[in-house]
């Protein structure tokens, strides 16, 4: 028994031993030192996709790891979202993180909450506009409401999901007496295609994601959910020029991980993107989906504007109930 116990001790004090010196390389691994995965919380062939994949390009020369990119689309982003945070918190796993998915946070779909997120970078932002086609009747914002409200649920919006800011602007304008009728769509690519194929009169959609059929002719805006007229579209009237105030609900997009990540992978990983965001590759590609973020957003900041944008439409909400 008395050689037992001395064995014991030992294979303890041996298993404290390589504990801390598992510790201590970890601490000291150089990050990263493998592929970072970029989970596109959103399908194929949308917003969210092609800016994960051109930050894949990007990144890759500037952090020296591949960053293979997976689709995982599903309840308004949180699919993915939900692989980003039961995976390990190691800087290893990031994600898009964008307006759509915070919005159904705020309108009850899911538990997710800002807090489970460190955002690292606000990479995209862009007011939301209504588009209908070029042969739409309607040829100004006043001409569609004008026949929601003498045809309540007639006038069909294509949206990304109940739930997001599109189901949310829509229940605004319900609550004003112009009864729209949401039409989700899961897939980005049908929900673009959906008012030129006459199953929807217009599309809620920010102007980057369908810049094609603008600069094809095939769509128009009539309206631009801001508080001023879009530089691009000076001729678009804003919603707070025409007396609705759903002006605090933009299209942003992020890089996140899970809250728990380590700060100085955090860091690096931020740096890398503000990096990014300097080459002319990116300028380009942000100016020709109107996206383009002129601010650079710490860490703490860019957390900071997501659970500001989280409590508005949480307000919205609260005053549609009253």
Not at 128 to 143: A, R
């Amino acid at each position: 028994m008395k050689t037992l116990s001395s064995f014991a001790k030992k294979a303890l004090i041996g298993a404290v031993i390589a504990s801390g010196l598992a510790g201590a390389v970890q601490a000291q691994e150089k990050y990263p030192s493998r592929p970072i995965e970029i989970v596109v919380s959103f399908g194929p062939g949308g917003g969210a996709d092609a800016m994960g994949r051109k930050l894949s390009q990007l990144l890759e020369p500037v952090l020296k790891v591949p960053l293979p990119v997976s689709n995982i689309s599903g309840a308004s982003g949180n699919a993915g979202l939900t692989k980003l945070v039961t995976n390990p918190a190691d800087g290893y796993t990031v994600a898009t993180l964008i307006a759509l998915s915070v919005s159904s946070w705020a309108a009850g779909l899911g538990t997710a909450k800002p807090d489970d997120f460190t955002i690292v970078a606000i990479t995209q932002n862009s007011p939301s506009m209504l588009f209908v086609p070029m042969d739409s009747p309607f040829k100004t914002f006043k001409d569609l409401l004008n026949h929601a409200k003498a045809n309540p649920g007639a006038v069909k919006v294509a949206t990304s999901g109940y739930g997001t800011q599109d189901d949310i602007t829509l229940m605004y304008f319900n609550s004003q007496g112009y009864k729209l009728t949401n039409v989700p769509f899961a897939k980005p690519a049908e929900r673009y295609a959906s008012p030129l194929g006459k199953h929807t009169d217009a599309i809620y959609e920010e102007p980057g994601d369908v810049a094609q059929f603008l600069t094809g002719k095939q769509l128009r805006p009539l309206v631009v959910f801001d508080d001023e007229r879009h530089a691009s579209f000076p001729d678009v009237p804003n919603s707070k020029e025409l007396g609705f105030s759903i002006s605090d609900l933009p299209n942003f997009r992020t890089v996140a991980v899970p809250s728990k990540t380590p700060k100085d992978r955090v860091d690096i990983l931020a740096a890398a993107i503000n990096k990014v965001m300097e080459t002319p590759e990116w300028k380009k590609f942000c100016a020709e989906t109107y996206s383009c973020v002129t601010k650079r957003y710490a860490p703490a900041e860019a957390g900071a504007y997501v659970k500001e944008f989280y409590v508005a439409t949480q307000n919205h909400l609260k005053a549609m109930k009253k």
